[in-house]
Structures are given as C-alpha cells and as structure tokens.
Nanobody, 130 residues
Framework: QVQLVESGGGLVQAGDSLRLSCAAS????????MAWYRQAPGKEREFVAA???????????DYADSVKDRFTISGENAKNTMYLQMNSLKPEDTAVYYC????????????????????WGKGTSVTVSS
C-alpha cells in the first residue's frame, strides 16, 4: 500500500507561485509513474502533469497544454516525494490538486487517462484570486 499526502496549497493572487508537495509512504514510489490532477468546482478531474519513474536518468515529463511552460513536475528519491512548482498562476488554476500513482503504467500517455490510478492523495486546495 502507498499513502500519499499533498501539501502546499493556499490562497494566492494571479501571477504568484506555489509549490505543491506529495509525500509518499508505505513503499518507495521511485519506480512508478506519478502524476498531478486537479478538479475545479463543478468540473471533472483533469490531468495536469506526469513524471516517469524518478529513479530513472533523464526523467521524462508530460504536461497539459494549459500549464505547459508555467508548471514543473519533479521528484526526489531521497524524500520519496513528488513536487509541482506552479508559476504565473491564473484564476483558472483554482482547483483541488491531487497526486496519484499508477503502479502498472508503462508510459506517460497512460497517465493522461487516469483510469489505471492505484493510489490517490486527498488533495490540497489552490485558490488564485484575480
């Protein structure tokens, strides 16, 4: 079993930055594909960013078009933690952000679909005011 706990959310103004963290426990997540998703009020949960196993050299990443060039996903083996650095935040980034692990994924493309997610965190709320 893997437990995921997100942190780092908050209320910020447009243009500000935040860094979300996803601390994993139970087992090392460095061999798994991981991702961030978000869900705005009244909307479906959507893909934000994914990262190939953080233990790999030259880790590959994937981003939704809406966050590309503003958000950066990364992982830190030693802390068993994944991050989402969010810059130039916009009001439309307002949502609850969830981290997730897919223990069987073999590609970043699979993470966009989220159907194979094995573990979810409970989310951290981000509110961006205009």
């Amino acid at each position: 079993q893997v437990q995921l706990v997100e942190s780092g959310g908050g209320l910020v103004q447009a243009g500000d930055s935040l860094r979300l963290s996803c601390a994993a426990s139970g087992r090392s997540v460095s061999i798994y594909y991981m991702a961030w998703y978000r869900q705005a009020p009244g909307k479906e949960r959507e893909f934000v960013a994914a990262v190939a196993p953080i233990s790999w050299i030259g880790t590959a990443r994937d981003y939704a078009d809406s966050v590309k060039d503003r958000f950066t996903i990364s992982g830190e083996n030693a802390k068993n933690t994944m991050y989402l650095q969010m810059n130039s935040l916009k009001p439309e980034d307002t949502a609850v952000y969830y981290c997730a692990v897919d223990a069987d994924a073999r590609s970043l493309a699979a993470m966009r679909l989220r159907y194979g997610i094995d573990y979810w965190g409970k989310g951290t709320s981000v509110t961006v005011s205009s």
